[in-house]
């Protein structure tokens, strides 16, 4: 009976290693529903590089609407991200960069900021509605306030947002791939009890 019991124990452990190792060799789950690999979906561009030190608001602010890359350059679709954020929020430098512009567009508080070190052209993230507390021409670090959430001119209605955005050129690209993993996981991963 004792040799039952051990055999019994000796293959719950070997079963919880395999699944332990299976959880941390998997790939992690995509963070947003909207950030999903689609099979419609062009490659993501390798010439983005992972640089980001902070989200633009909050810690992990919830994505209110993902990316979604138009099919054609005058096309329909999301060009950035809408991140929850009332108004108020500071706003964020998720890298270094130097201010392009500050001000209104269209009605719309905009705040952009050319990352250093992306290239020619480099990479630039765009924020709004975000009131610039920055000036074009300055330059700015990771996680330096440079603004804060507009109350108006937000195109999200479900909640108050900020949009975020970034380019190189004309092309418009996913602002979530300027974030490494560790900032993008949401936690450590959990063991749970077999039985």
Not at 4 to 14: E, F, G, K
Not at 111 to 121: E, K
Not at 136 to 147: F, H, K
Not at 148 to 160: K, N, Q, R
Request: aromatic share 6%.
């Amino acid at each position: 009976m004792r040799a039952n019991r051990c055999a019994r124990l000796c293959a719950r452990l070997i079963l919880l290693l395999a699944v332990t190792a299976a959880a941390l060799l998997a790939p992690p789950p995509p963070l947003f529903a909207a950030d999903a690999p689609r099979a419609d979906a062009p490659p993501a561009d390798a010439t983005v590089p992972a640089i980001g030190r902070t989200w633009p608001v909050g810690s992990r602010p919830r994505v209110l609407r993902g990316w979604e890359p138009p099919a054609t350059p005058y096309g329909p679709g999301h060009r950035g991200v809408d991140l929850a954020a009332p108004a108020g929020t500071p706003v964020r430098a998720v890298t270094a960069g130097r201010v392009f512009f500050a001000g209104r567009v269209a009605g719309k508080a905009v705040v952009s900021v050319d990352l250093t070190g992306t290239g020619d052209p480099p990479l630039r993230t765009t924020y709004e509605p975000v009131t610039a507390t920055v000036e074009e021409g300055e330059e700015v670090e990771p996680g330096e306030v440079i603004g804060t959430v507009d109350a108006s001119g937000s195109h999200c209605t479900a909640a108050p947002c900020v949009h975020w955005g970034l380019r190189r050129g004309t092309v418009y690209l996913n602002p979530l791939s300027l974030l490494p993993p560790w900032l993008l996981h949401t936690g450590p991963s959990r063991l749970l009890p077999l039985a």
